[in-house]
């Protein structure tokens, strides 16, 4: 089947706009993953879905980052007033979920967004 | 403290031959999964292998196994028989089931170059 896909795959924008980055996870894996790929960070955790709910927002690195998910299927990460620092790989990934079992998650090709 | 350790940033390898690539993790948590994944140039993190704290033996898929040594907190990979397609970056990460989250902790990844 269809693995998770991202969109845009690169995105350009000047410092101060908004942008939407787009994933559309694995058909039925209700889990959703947000990560941020930079040079000087490596890979950090940014926000989980469970369904439509997000019970763990603990990555986000300020109020300007937010995420929805609508359906238990697409997710939309916005980053409001872009600086450049926010300048990274914007990785998606879904898995399966239950409370037993540790599943191993599926990621999507990113969006490498550039801030100027 | 680091909760996922990669000494080596770069790593070479004749083609054909084997090669180990060292992941040390840190946990209080006696349920985890530890896991790896490879990015090659395109960017894509692709799930290689799997590895349940009570699982009793090392994991293996293909021409990839885990050697997993529990009181010494390693999950190093081997990858045996190494083609020139095995270069890539590859990641370790740490998922802590107690954590009530599920997002994975990544180590800084090494850096694995094959030569023909």
């Known amino acids: 089947g269809a693995g998770v896909s991202q969109s845009p795959s690169n995105k350009v924008t000047e410092k101060g706009k908004d942008v939407e980055l787009r994933c559309d996870p694995i058909s039925g894996h209700t889990a959703l993953y947000w990560y941020r790929q930079s040079l000087g960070q490596g890979l950090e955790f940014l926000i989980y879905f469970q369904g439509n709910s997000a019970p763990d927002k603990s990555g986000l690195p300020s109020d300007r980052f937010s995420a929805e998910r609508t359906g238990g299927s697409v997710s939309t990460l916005t980053i409001q007033r872009t600086q450049q620092e926010d300048s990274a790989v914007y990785l998606c990934?879904?898995?399966?979920?239950?409370?037993?079992?540790?599943?191993?998650?599926?990621f999507g090709p990113g969006t490498r967004l550039t801030v100027t | 403290a680091q909760k996922i350790t990669q000494t080596q940033p770069g790593m070479f390898v004749q083609e054909k031959e084997a090669v180990t690539l060292d992941c040390t993790y840190d946990t209080s948590d006696p349920s985890y999964g530890l896991f790896w994944y490879k990015q090659p140039s395109s960017g894509e993190m692709i799930f290689l292998i799997y590895?349940?704290?009570?699982?009793?033996q090392n994991a293996t898929e293909g021409r990839y196994s885990l050697n997993f040594q529990k009181a010494r907190k390693s999950a190093n990979l081997v990858i045996s028989a190494s083609q020139l397609g095995d270069s890539a970056m590859y990641f370790c990460?740490?998922?802590?089931?107690?954590?009530?989250?599920?997002?994975?902790?990544f180590g800084k990844g090494t850096k694995l170059s094959v030569i023909p």
């Open positions: 590895q349940g704290s009570y699982d009793q």
């Open positions: 990460a740490m998922r802590e089931r107690g954590a009530g989250s599920y997002q994975l902790t």
């Open positions: 990934a879904s898995s399966l979920l239950s409370s037993g079992t540790i599943y191993e998650q599926y």
